[in-house]
């Protein structure tokens, strides 16, 4: 068979063939292949979805700046790194060119600036997930403005994001984005009460929410939690040294506040399954075994036992008394039956 032949049935691949051969090919392979020809270019183009650059660990941003205008119909988008490589002209290109996306991971971006939300909030309406961790030069200001453009948003990180997450910021949020689901803050240590009870009041949606670090949050932020985010399952508490029992009682007290809601809940028998299944209140030394025992004896999901911690209490030295059921039933169990 010819040359010429050979080149023809390559050519000739149907789309729907040559996109399931690149659904099986890493993410460098299908970059590779869409430069073989003009079809193959055509069809990767429209039919990718889905790419990750983060394996790319030099001219990461240069290599953004070519694929961008090509991939116009990407959804998922991860751009992680272990070094900082891209910048604000490459996330502008993807806003500019990819008006589809939906997950999208900057994470570890140390060089972009406030210019590269702005392209966001004007290129990326329809952003649902969006990481940002390590982004320390983003403001509160281009974070207030991408919230109030980009309204999808269910999954947000901003670990880390010191000049980011502030109040200010998280009022915006909690204003804008109210479908959100998932946020991180950990570390970042401007937050304040006003700004997490901002989230809750705006996002009763909440299922996971990372306090961790943000020593300036008291009482009243979880209280605010507990009362209007019913579906939270995941807070994460670390070092939040300003809260107290009247917390861990509002949490408890949260759990059977609706009684008909948690009767529907036991005769379908899901009741373990809901409500905070896991809690992080490490480092927390205001807390006394009562309180955090409430809390342990409200959520069944809550375990202590060994090989299931959910509810995280190193370095609260006072907490080693509680325990979880379970916990509490297999040293029974030891008691009545001791091993021979």
């Known amino acids: 068979m010819g040359g010429g032949v050979m080149i023809r049935v390559w050519k000739d691949i149907p789309m729907e063939l040559l996109l399931r051969i690149a659904s099986l090919v890493d993410d460098r392979t299908v970059i590779v292949a869409s430069g073989v020809c003009s079809g193959w270019r055509d069809a990767i183009s429209w039919g990718l979805t889905h790419l990750s650059l983060s ?54 971006s140390f060089k972009l600036t406030d210019r590269s939300l702005y392209a966001l909030a004007h290129g990326c309406p329809n952003l649902t997930k969006l990481n940002v961790s390590g982004c320390s030069a983003f403001s509160d200001n281009a974070v207030a403005y991408l919230a109030e453009h980009c309204r999808q948003l269910r999954v947000l990180n901003l670990c880390g994001c ?95 506040k609706n009684k008909h809601e948690m009767w529907a809940s036991m005769k379908k028998h899901r009741y373990e399954d809901e409500g905070l299944m896991n809690l992080n209140i490490s480092q927390c030394t205001a807390l006394t075994p009562p309180a955090v025992q409430a809390v342990c004896e409200a959520f069944p999901a809550l375990h202590t036992c060994p090989g299931r911690h959910s509810l995280i209490i190193s370095g609260c030295l006072n907490l080693t008394s509680v325990h979880c059921a379970c916990s509490v039933q297999a040293h029974r169990a030891r008691i009545l039956h001791p091993a021979h």
């Open 55 to 108: 394996w790319c660990k030099r001219n990461m941003n240069n290599l953004v700046l070519t694929l961008a205008p090509k991939f116009t119909k990407l959804e998922v988008l991860t751009l992680r790194q272990d070094l900082p490589q891209l910048q604000d002209n490459g996330v502008e290109t993807i806003a500019n060119h990819c008006h589809e996306l939906q997950d999208l991971d900057l994470s570890k």
């Open 162 to 256: 010191v000049r980011a997450a502030t109040d200010k910021a998280l009022k915006a949020i909690g204003y804008y984005c109210n479908r959100l689901q998932t946020v991180n803050l950990g570390w970042c240590d401007k937050v304040g009460d006003e700004g997490v009870m901002s989230l809750a009041y705006g996002c009763p949606d909440l299922t996971l929410l990372d306090l961790c670090g943000c020593v300036l949050i008291t009482d009243e932020s979880v209280i605010a939690l507990a009362n209007k985010c019913p579906h939270l399952r995941s807070l994460g508490l670390y070092f939040c040294q300003n809260i107290t029992d009247r917390a861990m009682y509002s949490l408890a007290q949260s759990r059977v």
